[in-house]
């Protein structure tokens, strides 16, 4: 398997840490090693957390991307730090969210994507935010995400 | 990301309660932040407590609203305010959760919205109450609410 | 909302219990106070009790009904004793579920109803009845049950 | 292993049915097996039933039994005859679970006795309760039963 | 079981709501009809709201009660009545919870108590209060409540 | 509901045990009492063994059988002990699995039928097999089994 | 770490059945490897099966099994081969568990041992029986098997 | 129930963030309220960030604070801000966790203390950190954390 | 149920370890059993590692492949072995798992075929790949795999 | 917080992999950061690999361990490449959990250590390994580590 797919990245296996702002992060992409297939990659970030705009109080979020590549795949460190420069980013939950898959299609371009935002409760009521770039192609496998519905207590 | 379509909001950041009544309760709406997206915004609330017309006793649900905005976002605070202002207000449970499904459709315009109440038992049997606008429009994802079915003791 | 639908009730609100048959058992409806929306109610009844018909024992279910009113919804009490008028009530496990199904059918005339029975082991072996009236109507919300399958020990 | 032990048997393999009250029921013994060990037995009946006192309807109960055998075991049968007896009886939870244990007590002679009654939910609270002859004694294991609190919705 | 010590409550089977507040609420007893024999009673109440004293707003506990009843028994529906006494009622967190446990042992003398109140969270962060009036007594089985720790998102 | 579909049976109610192997084993029908709905009944058996063709070992399996009856139903019993008839058996997994939906679509000429086997791990590696006689007939509601995926440890 | 205590097996990697009764089934020891320290070592065996001597019919059991060593282990092949000979063999659930319990404290004279037995339901019941040699030693961990209780349907 | 402990609060109902750093947090107490009673609270903070002081990175963690008051309580609202003021704060786990117990311990002088972090894996492997400040107290209730243990996969 | 179909293989019953590589594993196919019927094969294999090509680090995944056998099973211990050849193999994820899913492909010519791999968090981020061949055939029933998305701590 | 203690390791940051054998392993200390405090430190390794001396085959484990630091703290990059180092290394169940406790005693000099193995199943039976030092000291906390019991299947 070819390794050499990874031979021009600036951020994997370097000690750079996050860029300070999403603008400033740079997501890395890597040629797909198996263009030959239609396949699902899913990414779940448990450790995601912007700032609320109105009060500048931490606002925290558990994401999950699945994404079809098309000619490429995003390396997975690069993706790392992309969600780690949110931290002192103010966000509102739907347009962040959003914005995240947005921004991910228009650079990856792969052939489906989809993306959640699993924020924590504020005011007792939990927002969770679900794009995606449409219908998933004929034939592809996209399991749900399944993660679960907020419960409160009890 | 533009805070400015928070700017004209009455109740965000103000300490006021919640109205008396559903009627009296003011739902306040922003622009849509990402409309050239469909996109899902679940809100789930457990907190909701409302009165028995038949016996003036308290009733209590989960709530679970999901829809795909149109042209605006239902702001959360008054979304909660909202909740709230049933704390005195006697509904059955069919009624009251169709009629807030109903209201919201009419006043947000919604692309498409489904609403839940999972209604804690009465009699030793709850009812839950499953209401959407029709079909959600293709391509666009709506995860399972997922709630568990009632279970009973064992 | 409209409480003069619960007008004319002859159970609810009244001390009487069960009928001593399911064929003297009277299910009671009200108007539906939300006619121009199609949705799903769902009551769960894990208390439900009847009469093996070959050895007499008694035998236990858990009971699950979704169903989209038509012109009537039906009376969460008179429901309620309806199911426990089965109690000394000899019944075998298909039948007796679809039977209910049908009746329910039959009198409701319901946009569209389900309902399952999941019955306690027997013999070490369990059986569950899952039985609707077709496809639901297009655009109507029906949650899986998510009732777990028997599991045994372990 | 002693098949004779079972021989006195009434109700073993026969095909009578429950006592129509508890006080006709008749619980069957057979000598321990293993009177060198001392060793808990736990039975779990999720099948009970019996009528309010007050309003005579069913009332349903998961029942746990855990018992250090004396001279004699309790045979199974005769047991799950015993519980089916308080079908038609009516019984206040509290008073109804510790009486089972006490006759259990009573009649059984076990060195140690434990037994809970976990009821469904009336007026949205379920009662659980609790009884045990006194501390385990030393050396015994006992498991706990671990059947899930309450939990309402959501 | 005697049905006697029931005949004196002047709620139980009657259609009065709750006070409007505790301090109107009235706890009625019946005698203990189980004497000589120590147990825990367990009253789960997932549906209890009253008001922060600061903001107005209302909040939400899932509470539970364990007690070994001393010469009387607590009467469930009087109970149900107090705790939706609390509905208006302005309380802190702390202090409801010990506050309630407190009366409770005042007015029961119950040979002991354990009361806890898990509060739906505020600010992100969720207040669980634990009561107990000392080590249970030897030789009672007192078991977890395991109610789930808050668990946030993901 | 019409006891005598049963009248026939050889097994049920008999002392009889299981054959000693499949091929004598002897399936039993009784007419379907509800001809004019199509259901799905669910069998779940988790008390399978037969023998590894391989080493003659011991192997285990949790069955569970889905059926549309067509003209008549199986009979719990014989089932039970058809299964039983395994117990001296040799098979490999997924020929064991698929034959035995086989054979029970040979004879009881069902509308449709779905059964599957989900085998304890060999080698650390469990097998499971789904067969399915085709597509389920439309407008008859099937729930998933949702017997867990293998976990392994951890 | 020394292989050499291995080397008198007669089982280990040999290709012989399972004895055709308890009584000859051999169980083989090899020396504690770790004779300086106390610790537990559980085997989990949940494809248990041996006859009922009533009727004959199958019976199944999930085992678990906690020692202390003294000198020896016992060893798993000789472990899974002396569990699979009770294929044939007809046992009362109580005397069976405990008596398993009681051959291997004889034979592999442990420090201390801890033996359950969860059995499937016959009858709606189903029997744990929890068995060991007295309390645990001071200073040795000994976690709880936390088999769940039998929980029925819903 | 007395509100004017909380009068001479800096930070409850205004709107000013959290400290920079954790030196600079002030942690604010008010009069316990419930001084006759030992009783046990619990926070569960599920949304805590600090930064790696090797890499720089971001960590996270789960917290669960569990305290018995002396003469006073903690006010949530400046242990929440207290919390987010190590957002840019670098810590070695084990340190963080018991410097955050041992800082609680002596400002708030608490009876009993008991604080725990379950930090999210690194190199695959998480840390969770448990600390107190000796055994509980005799007769007070301290109900285990139950936060999951880390599972990884499958 | 013919045994014969096993007569050739080189691997079963034997005592041969794993190849050194993946290129060197040789899987080994049997006659499908059951080929007038489409039915779906499951393997469940959590105990899979490889090593990071850019670190050389160990990794793991939990793997689950699904396929509809054509002419032939892919028999299980060969299986088993091709997984262990990867223990020393470097490979990234995605190729990986897309990679193995092409060969069984290739060398099974399965009717269809789904594989994924749930990988263990690197970076706090784990990796799931979901590939699949196409759509399944109508008709044939594919329970999802349901392995449960990461979670994090909490 | 002294980042000090931390400056003369050889492994923290560093890029070499791990040991070859466990003989070759080095484990690394670092000063307690909190001496004053008897605490709690647990870490969970679900990727634990080794081989079986009598097959060759790989071995998984589920590995956790809890200690109580004395003057050092095991840094925790080198406790991962210390298990990683059992990649090629034979070993018995029992004798490999016992004796990476028993090496980490000796090295760590604990105040107690507790180390546990939950290996997978092998014959369909997994083996556990509980090992501790002697009884955790008095007032220090040690939570049950909670690792599911092997389940099997259904
Ligand atoms: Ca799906
Ligand atoms: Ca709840
Ligand atoms: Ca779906
Ligand atoms: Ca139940
Ligand atoms: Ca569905
Ligand atoms: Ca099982
Ligand atoms: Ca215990
Ligand atoms: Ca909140
Ligand atoms: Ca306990
Ligand atoms: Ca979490
Ligand atoms: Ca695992
Ligand atoms: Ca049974
Ligand atoms: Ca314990
Ligand atoms: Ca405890
Ligand atoms: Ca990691
Ligand atoms: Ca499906």
Redesign the interface.
């Known amino acids: 398997?070819?390794?050499s797919i990874?031979g021009e990245l600036e951020q994997?296996?370097k000690?750079g840490?996050?860029a300070q702002t999403p603008e400033e992060a740079i997501l890395e992409y890597v040629k797909n090693?198996?263009p030959?297939?239609d396949?699902?990659?899913?990414?779940?970030?448990?450790?995601f957390?912007s700032l609320c705009?109105?009060?500048?109080?931490?606002d925290?979020?558990?994401l999950?991307l699945d994404y079809i590549?098309g000619e490429t795949?995003v390396e997975?460190?690069s993706?790392?730090l992309f969600f780690?420069s949110f931290?002192n980013h103010?966000?509102?939950h739907?347009?962040?969210?959003?914005?995240i898959?947005?921004r991910l299609v228009k650079e990856m371009a792969p052939k489906w994507l989809?993306f959640?935002g699993?924020?924590?409760?504020?005011?007792?009521?939990?927002?969770?935010?679900?794009?995606?770039t449409?219908?998933a192609p004929?034939?592809?496998?996209?399991?749900?995400?399944?993660?679960?519905?907020?419960?409160?207590?009890?």
């Open positions: 398997m070819a390794n990874y994997l296996g000690t840490g996050a090693p198996r030959d297939s396949y699902v990659v899913r990414f779940t970030c448990p450790e957390t705009p109105v009060t500048g109080q931490p925290f979020a558990h999950v590549p795949l997975s460190k993706l790392k780690q931290r103010q966000a509102f739907e347009d962040c969210t959003v914005g898959g947005e989809r959640a699993y924020w924590y409760p504020r005011g007792g009521i939990p927002i969770d935010v679900f794009y995606q449409g219908a004929e034939g592809v496998w996209v399991p749900e995400q399944a993660v679960p519905t907020y419960r409160g207590r009890g």
